[in-house]
């Protein structure tokens, strides 16, 4: 009974300190300042709009990550549903009242910040998820009624995010959430299904796709095809990567951004601009920074009390994984362009704001590993 009572009596502000992943919080640290260098050099080594901009995020974002960390995680049990169905209303209220640009009606001005609600739902829908199998009986896992709802949960957001259009997006949400429905116990025979049926289906997908969807996935086979049209992006992207060689042309040095041959170079393609002026060696160091920050969510996951919690720290651990996997695949030319933004280096508020909510509920469950959540 004393140890129940201890396991659920309030933590004090010196433990909540005391408890932060300090591991985990030094790699977001140093992870950021490499961003806030990579942005001055996009902005051709001057404090310019990119680097202002990137810096008051970066601060305003960590701070809030902090506060979310102190909050205890039962509070994101009890309000995951809402926060889904929030992003929900969001995803509607931007189809029609959101901002266009270049064709996507994407975001939502807020003065303060262009809001994405799509990256919100990365995080949204790993916490619903989670809540849902938090509770739930093994046998009633893969039952057909239990696994309807989960489905029609992952679909839905699908669908408003893929009417902006964002393909790229809509899809990492897909994997997010069925990252989740694996980890809760979903058995692996119906992944297999889904992914046979979605290659029997495939030439029907492709169909409804936009021309210029259609146009990134002829430029990722062909790159060659159109080199100063839909093709210029990836090859300056490859020349820049292969010209930084093992050691990098150093700092401020990349001929590749500073002479403009590299569009978006502050946005997806910030691991082309890091790469061409740190090379390889620098490019496995950031690698390396990446692969203990997913180590460490993974481990607190390991750590932590609440089977919600645990699928959350997992989910996202994932989530990361494949966020960054996607990213380099893209640059690097092995898969299509998607618009998928590298966390923490890239530029874009929404995405920082994403990421730095998941880390401060992952450190919320390493603070309060001990809670139990009913």
Same mark, same amino acid.
């Not at 990098?248 to 061409?276: A, C, N, R, V």
């Not at 460490?296 to 699928?311: D, E, N, P, V």
């Given at each position: ?129 989670? !809540? ?77 796709? !936009? ?26 992207? !490859? ?9 990098? !042309? ?125």
């Amino acid at each position: 009974m004393f140890q129940h009572r201890r396991l659920n009596s309030e933590i004090t502000f010196f433990q909540k300190i005391r408890d932060l992943d300090y591991i985990l919080l030094i790699s977001i640290l140093l992870l950021s300042s490499i961003s806030l260098f990579v942005m001055y050099s996009t902005d051709g080594g001057e404090i310019l709009y990119h680097t202002k901009s990137h810096f008051i995020k970066l601060v305003v974002f960590f701070l809030m990550m902090l506060i979310i960390a102190f909050m205890n995680i039962k509070l994101w049990h009890i309000s995951a549903y809402l926060f889904y169905f929030i992003i929900i209303l969001l995803l509607i209220w931007v189809s029609y009242f959101g901002i266009s640009v270049s064709g996507s009606q994407r975001w939502l001005n807020l003065y303060l910040i262009a809001l994405q609600p799509s990256e919100l739902m990365k995080i949204a829908i790993i916490l619903c998820l989670a !809540k849902y199998y938090h509770r739930l009986k093994t046998e009633d896992v893969n039952k057909f009624t239990t696994l309807l709802l989960p489905i029609v949960t992952i679909i839905i957001p699908m669908i408003l995010v893929l009417s902006q259009p964002d393909l790229g997006t809509s899809i990492l949400i897909a994997l997010s959430g069925l990252a989740v429905l694996w980890l809760g116990g979903v058995k692996i025979k119906y992944f297999f299904y889904s992914f046979f049926s979605f290659l029997i289906s495939l030439p029907f997908i492709i169909s409804f796709l !936009k021309p210029y969807q259609k146009l990134r996935i002829l430029t990722f086979l062909d790159p060659d095809r159109d080199p100063l049209g839909a093709g210029y992006q990836i090859i300056q992207s !490859k020349i820049a990567i292969g010209s930084g060689g093992f050691y990098g !042309k150093g700092f401020l040095k990349g001929t590749q951004s500073y002479l403009d041959f590299l569009p978006e170079k502050h946005t997806d393609f910030i691991f082309t601009l890091f790469s061409e002026e740190f090379g390889f060696i620098g490019s496995i160091l950031l690698l390396l920074i990446y692969i203990i920050i997913i180590l460490r969510i993974i481990k607190i996951g390991m750590f932590t009390r609440s089977t919600f919690a645990k699928l959350f720290c997992f989910g996202f651990a994932f989530a990361i994984f494949v966020y960054i996997s996607v990213n380099l695949s893209m640059v690097l030319g092995l898969l299509p362009i998607v618009g998928s933004p590298l966390p923490i280096m890239s530029y874009g508020g929404s995405s920082m704001l994403a990421t730095m909510i998941g880390f401060g509920i992952v450190m919320s469950a390493k603070i309060h590993h001990n809670q139990n959540i009913a």
